[in-house]
């Protein structure tokens, strides 16, 4: 027989061997190639650690997002597990073992010798064909396993894009409705009052600090603390419910202040001008509003709660505050809500002497943020007022304590300064509050506080004042009230009310609708008569 006759025999042959090792072999491969493929995948249990993976940070110690990070290693591991099983099963199990065993007349299995000459002649020729049938079932299934990973791997972009999708609509929608609202988070502690996009948000599982708890590659609905709890990302999901800190100082700042809109309120005047109980006036009178309208006045930590009933023990046991000591003045916060929106009240009470000149009025960064202004005015403290009293009424302004600057200057420092830090002075509402009107009802020597008190203020020689007001800030507004008659032992509620009616007047500038309760504070802004204010205290 020609060789060209043997050789085409041993292609019938090897082609008849191949053709159905090939169909048996490429669905063997293909199923344990996908089967090796899934066993590949990283860890199925939420928060199990993956070696492939790189630690879980300090700043954030979340474990990151399945879609973010393993899903990538899983699909590329996947595809690489899949062909090297392809490979093993080919060269190892069907090339070095099957073939190479018939090659030397050996059963392909067991690897025993052939029982005689041509038992091992039928191996030995069967050989190429085991060979070339496994190599192509090997090609086959490999072409069919890429297109299954090809179409798992568009499915898993698919994933990644809808999942980076909900993170930016998610991140723009708590944007727009953070702009919508008007929240700008700042600090309320001195040294700090720096504003920060987003608050450090602790764990109630295990107390760690999350400072980048918002969607993104840690989850865009939740993310998985390293204890296991899951925390919400977005206000609207409950992340107000969590306790927050300041990413600048680390001190804890009050509930909800990412969802809730922030009212920088100072109180300005001068020392012993009567702030710190004006300011106790305003709190009792809020409250005073609350338990006959729908106003919500709730203090925002239970440091505020422990400062106001030390405030409110002193007044009920002295009748007077204590001065106020100490540098730049900590933020007390009140949660103050009308209807479905509520605001988050700083109010602050500075040292007098942080009013005496330009260089410290600019040291109160608090300044920068302020919402609206309220001037404590105590008329007393004016030279011209003074040099107008006669007779016992000049005893009386003494005994008042008048403040050791008079409102004119304290404006004039404060304004000067304001359009520098705010750059926004023509559109902050200012409050001018005429402090400490228990004694001037008993003045007789100044007129009668009529229904406007700014031209009284004209009238007792405060006229540059009212200018100054008017020109300097486009709201502004005028009240006369006793905080010694509105705090301590038998406090009279209506004047409560009456000194809470500037920071309502203010906190309805900021979008706070009052509805009835503006109505009937606007009606009460007619000072009373003469003599009625403290029938029930003893004067100054």
Not at 229 to 243: I, N, V
Not at 379 to 389: I, K, S
Not at 466 to 495: I, K
Request: proline share 5%; hydrophobic share 40%.
């Amino acid at each position: 027989m020609s060789p060209i006759n043997l050789a085409v025999i041993a292609l019938w042959i090897t082609g008849l061997v191949a053709t159905p090792i090939c169909l048996c072999t490429s669905w063997q491969f293909l199923g344990l190639s996908l089967t090796a493929a899934g066993r590949t995948l990283g860890p199925w249990r939420t928060g199990a650690p993956d070696p492939r993976l790189p630690s879980v940070g300090a700043h954030e110690p979340s474990h990151r997002a399945y879609w973010s990070g393993q899903m990538w290693w899983d699909a590329t591991d996947a595809s690489a597990g899949a062909m090297k099983h392809i490979w093993y099963r080919m060269t190892v199990l069907w090339l070095h073992r099957y073939a190479k065993r018939l090659l030397h007349g050996r059963r392909p299995v067991t690897g025993q010798r052939g029982e005689n000459g041509f038992t091992r002649t039928v191996m030995r020729a069967v050989a190429p064909g085991t060979a070339a049938g496994a190599a192509l079932g090997a090609l086959l299934a490999a072409l069919l396993t890429s297109v299954v990973l090809l179409a798992f791997g568009l499915l898993l972009g698919v994933a990644w894009l809808l999942a980076v999708a909900t993170v930016a609509v998610l991140r723009a929608t708590e944007h727009l409705w953070v702009l919508f609202r008007g929240i700008r988070m700042k600090c309320p502690y001195p040294g700090c009052y720096r504003p920060f996009p987003l608050a450090v948000h602790r764990c109630p599982g295990c107390d760690a600090a999350h400072g980048e708890l918002r969607p993104g590659q840690y989850g865009a609905l939740w993310h998985i603390c390293v204890c296991g709890q899951r925390l919400a990302t977005t206000s609207l999901m409950g992340r107000g419910l969590l306790a927050t800190r300041c990413p600048r100082c680390d001190q804890q700042l009050p509930e909800a202040i990412d969802s809730t809109r922030v009212v920088h309120l100072p109180l300005v005047g001068g020392t012993s001008s009567g702030k710190t109980m004006v300011m106790a006036a305003m709190v009792a009178g809020l409250h005073a509003w609350s338990r006959r309208s729908g106003l919500r006045v709730e203090y925002a930590s239970t440091a505020d709660r422990k400062d106001a009933g030390a405030l409110n023990q002193r007044l009920n046991q002295t009748g007077w505050a204590l001065k106020t000591q100490g540098g730049q003045p900590r933020a007390f916060m009140l949660r103050i809500g009308h209807g479905r929106r509520q605001r988050l009240l700083y109010l602050y009470d500075p040292m007098g002497e942080s009013l005496r000149d330009a260089s410290s009025v600019r040291q109160q960064q608090y300044l920068a943020h302020a919402d609206g202004v309220i001037l404590i005015a105590d008329v007393l403290a004016e030279p011209q007022v003074r040099r107008a009293l006669h007779g016992g009424d000049g005893e009386r302004a003494t005994a008042a304590r008048p403040a050791e600057q008079s409102p004119l200057d304290t404006y004039q420092r404060l304004t000067g300064e304001l359009a520098a830090l705010t750059g926004r002075r023509q559109r902050i509402p200012l409050a001018t509050v005429v402090t400490k009107r228990d004694v001037l009802d008993q003045i007789g020597s100044l007129p009668v506080p009529g229904a406007r008190i700014d031209r009284w203020l004209e009238s007792i020689g405060l006229g540059a004042l009212v200018r100054g007001v008017g020109h300097d800030f486009g709201s502004a507004r005028y009240w006369a009230v006793s905080a010694y008659a509105a705090t301590g032992a038998g406090a009279l509620e209506s004047e409560q009310r009456r000194a809470a009616e500037p920071v309502l007047w203010i906190l309805a500038h900021s979008g706070l609708r009052m509805g009835t309760i503006a109505s009937e504070a606007s009606e009460r802004g007619v000072p009373r008569p003469r003599g009625e204010a403290v029938a029930d205290r003893s004067t100054r």
